[in-house]
C-alpha cells in the first residue's frame, strides 16, 4: 500500500501489532565481532516475518560507497539487487511482536530519516526501542560477556549495566534514532557487547548470545540462543588452543582475567591503561581461526 509521497518509505501493511519492540540491527557502524549482525540474523532466521515498510534508498543510500549487485548468466543481466532499509515484523517464541529495522546505516538525511523511523513507530504503538551493537575492549575471552547500555533514562540504562564516567565518541545512526525516541517520549536503549579485542576481527558467538539474552531482560523478548551458545563454546575452545600456545599470550588474559573480575566485585571505574593491547595478536588469532595454523 503506498503512503504520501512527503514520506521516505512505502507501506506494504496495515496489520495490527500488539506494543511491538523495535529492534534494530543496521550495518554500517561498530561490530566487534560481528556480534549484533549475528545477534540480528539469528533473531530474523528465528521469525516468520513480512515487510512493513521500505525506506526510499535514493534519498538514504550512497550507491557508489553501497554499490548494487548484479546477477549475470551467460552474459544476460538476470537481476540487480538493490541495498534496501526495511522495517520487518514478526514474533517471538512466545508470540510477542517485534519490529527489526535492518539494512545499511543511511549514508545521508539522517535527521529526515530518524524523523521518519520515530513517526513510523509511532503509528504502530512501538513501546521499547533497542538497538544491538558491540564493541573491542581489553576483556577476556574466559569470562561471560558483559552488556553495557546507553538509554534515554538512566535507570533503563542500569537495568543492564553501563560504563562508568563521561566519554566522546562518535555516533553511529541506531544512536541517533536513539535520541528522537527520547524526545518523542518513548524509550530506547542500546545494548553493546564487550568483545575481547583479539577476538575483535572473528566471529564471536558468545557477543550474540548475551546480545539476545539482553532483549529479554529489557524487553521481554524470547528467543532461543541454543545455537549461538553451540557456536561460543567452538570458538572458545579454539581460541583457548591458540591462548595456551604462548606465555605471552597466557599472560595478557590472566590480567585482563583479574580486571574482570575486580569490577565484577566492585563496579566502579578500572583503569585498563596498563594492560597489554590486544592489537599484537589480532592477526595471529585471525589467521588461527580460520585455519590457517
Not at 540491527?25 to 560481528?34: E, K, R, S, V
Not at 548468466?73 to 537481476?79: L, Q, R, Y
Not at 527489526?100 to 546505516?105: D, I, N
Given at each position: 500500500?503506498?503512503?504520501?509521497?512527503d514520506?521516505?518509505?512505502?507501506?506494504?501493511?496495515?496489520?495490527?501489532?500488539?506494543?511491538?519492540?523495535l529492534?534494530l540491527?543496521?550495518?554500517?557502524?561498530?561490530?566487534?565481532?560481528?556480534g549484533?549482525?549475528?545477534?540480528?540474523?539469528?533473531?530474523?532466521?528465528?521469525?516468520?516475518?513480512?515487510?512493513?515498510?521500505?525506506f526510499?534508498?535514493d534519498a538514504?543510500v550512497?550507491?557508489r560507497?553501497?554499490?548494487?549487485m548484479?546477477?549475470?548468466?551467460?552474459?544476460?543481466?538476470?537481476?540487480?539487487?538493490?541495498?534496501?532499509?526495511?522495517?520487518l515484523a514478526?514474533q517471538?517464541?512466545?508470540?510477542r511482536d517485534?519490529l527489526?529495522?535492518?539494512?545499511?546505516?543511511p549514508?545521508?538525511?539522517?535527521?529526515?530519516?530518524?524523523?521518519?523511523v520515530?513517526?513510523?513507530?509511532?503509528?504502530?504503538?512501538?513501546?521499547?526501542s533497542?538497538?544491538?551493537?558491540?564493541?573491542?575492549?581489553?576483556?577476556?575471552h574466559?569470562?561471560?560477556v558483559?552488556l553495557?547500555a546507553t538509554?534515554?533514562?538512566?535507570?533503563?540504562?542500569?537495568?543492564?549495566?553501563?560504563?562508568?564516567?563521561t566519554?566522546?565518541?562518535?555516533?553511529?545512526?541506531?544512536?541517533?534514532?536513539q535520541?528522537?525516541?527520547?524526545?518523542a517520549?518513548t524509550?530506547?536503549i542500546?545494548l553493546?557487547?564487550?568483545v575481547?579485542i583479539?577476538?575483535?576481527?572473528?566471529?564471536?558467538p558468545a557477543?550474540?548470545?548475551?546480545?539476545v539474552?539482553?532483549?529479554?531482560?529489557?524487553?521481554g523478548?524470547?528467543?532461543?540462543t541454543?545455537?549461538l551458545?553451540?557456536?561460543a563454546?567452538v570458538?572458545?575452545?579454539?581460541?583457548?588452543?591458540?591462548?595456551?600456545?604462548?606465555?605471552?599470550?597466557?599472560q595478557?588474559?590472566r590480567q585482563m582475567?583479574?580486571?574482570?573480575?575486580?569490577?565484577a566485585?566492585?563496579?566502579?571505574?578500572l583503569?585498563?591503561?596498563d594492560?597489554?593491547s590486544g592489537?599484537?595478536?589480532a592477526?595471529?588469532?585471525?589467521?588461527?581461526?580460520?585455519g590457517?595454523?
Open positions: 500500500m503506498a503512503t504520501p509521497t514520506r521516505p518509505y512505502v507501506r506494504h501493511t496495515d496489520r495490527a501489532l500488539r506494543d511491538p519492540v529492534v540491527g543496521m550495518d554500517g557502524w561498530i561490530d566487534a565481532g560481528l549484533a549482525g549475528s545477534a540480528m540474523a539469528h533473531i530474523l532466521a528465528s521469525m516468520d516475518t513480512e515487510p512493513v515498510a521500505t526510499d534508498g538514504f550512497d550507491y560507497a553501497r554499490r548494487p548484479v546477477r549475470i548468466t551467460d552474459g544476460v543481466t538476470d537481476e540487480l539487487s538493490w541495498p534496501e532499509i526495511r522495517l514478526g517471538d517464541r512466545e508470540g517485534v527489526a529495522l535492518v539494512g545499511p546505516e549514508d545521508m538525511q539522517w535527521a529526515r530519516f530518524v524523523a521518519a520515530v513517526g513510523l513507530c509511532g503509528e504502530l504503538g512501538v513501546r521499547l533497542c538497538a544491538l551493537g558491540a564493541f573491542p575492549l581489553s576483556v577476556p574466559t569470562r561471560p558483559r553495557a538509554a534515554t533514562s538512566r535507570a533503563l540504562a542500569e537495568s543492564v549495566g553501563t560504563v562508568p564516567g566519554i566522546e565518541v562518535p555516533a553511529g545512526v541506531h544512536t541517533a534514532v535520541e528522537g525516541f527520547g524526545r517520549g524509550p530506547a542500546s553493546w557487547a564487550r575481547p583479539y577476538a575483535a576481527n572473528v566471529p564471536y557477543a550474540s548470545a548475551a546480545l539474552a539482553g532483549l529479554h531482560t529489557v524487553a523478548l524470547s528467543f532461543d541454543g545455537t551458545d553451540a557456536a563454546a570458538a572458545a575452545a579454539r581460541i583457548d588452543e591458540m591462548i595456551a600456545a604462548s606465555e605471552e599470550h597466557s595478557m588474559v582475567e583479574a580486571a574482570a573480575d575486580a569490577e566485585a566492585a563496579p566502579p571505574l583503569d585498563f591503561s594492560l597489554p592489537d599484537e595478536i592477526a595471529e588469532l585471525e589467521r588461527f581461526l580460520r590457517e595454523q
